[in-house]
């Protein structure tokens, strides 16, 4: 009876491991080559590379969600957030967030000047709090993001319910 009872707890402990989830989670290091201190930013990966949205600080809670499925930070409140948006490289650009929009840069040629959405891809560090319920959101874990913490963590997924329904196994036999 021993045996049966520390079978079924391994296989419904093997069984749970792949199903835990984690919310997404980013740094808080605030980027050296942004020439400010202070103030609500957002380090983010984006069509003009990687850069800094840096914003009033009064922004740092309650403004700001994700627009469509991806990581595009969206203005959630009823009106426009300006701000200014810093490459890494060291260009500067005006920034801004619509009402319900999502994040641009200005940009001015010699014969038109326009606003074009930043595509935000990927965030780094952000001190801005998201509202974001990501169970309404189309996210899809990518296992073949060429991320190796990813690998790592499914390589030993695999390795421990290979294990754990090895010795459940062995248990059963004896």
Same mark, same amino acid.
């Given at each position: 009876m021993k045996k049966k009872i520390i079978f079924i707890v391994s296989l419904l402990l093997a069984l749970s491991i792949p199903s835990v989830a984690y919310a997404e989670e980013y740094g808080n290091t605030y980027p050296a080559y942004v020439p400010v201190s202070g103030g609500a930013y957002i380090?983010?990966?984006?069509a003009l590379g990687r850069g800094t949205l840096v914003f009033a600080r009064e922004?740092? =809670?309650?403004?700001f969600g994700f627009y469509g499925s991806g990581y595009?930070?969206?203005?959630?409140?009823?009106?426009t957030i300006s701000g200014t948006y810093y490459t890494a490289a060291g260009a500067k650009y005006n920034a801004r967030v619509?009402?319900?929009?999502?994040?641009q840069y200005y940009r001015e040629t010699s014969t038109r000047y326009e606003?074009?959405?930043l595509n935000v891809t990927k965030i780094y560090n952000t001190n801005v709090k998201f509202e974001d319920f990501k169970d309404d959101r189309a996210n899809i874990? =990518?296992?073949?993001s060429y991320d190796p913490v990813t690998y790592l963590w499914l390589a030993c997924t695999v390795v421990i319910i290979l294990l754990l329904m090895y010795i459940a196994w062995r248990s059963s036999c004896d």
């Open positions: 380090e983010v990966q984006c922004y740092k =809670d309650g403004y595009s930070p969206a203005n959630i409140s009823r009106s619509n009402a319900m929009g999502e994040a606003w074009i959405n874990i =990518d296992l073949f």
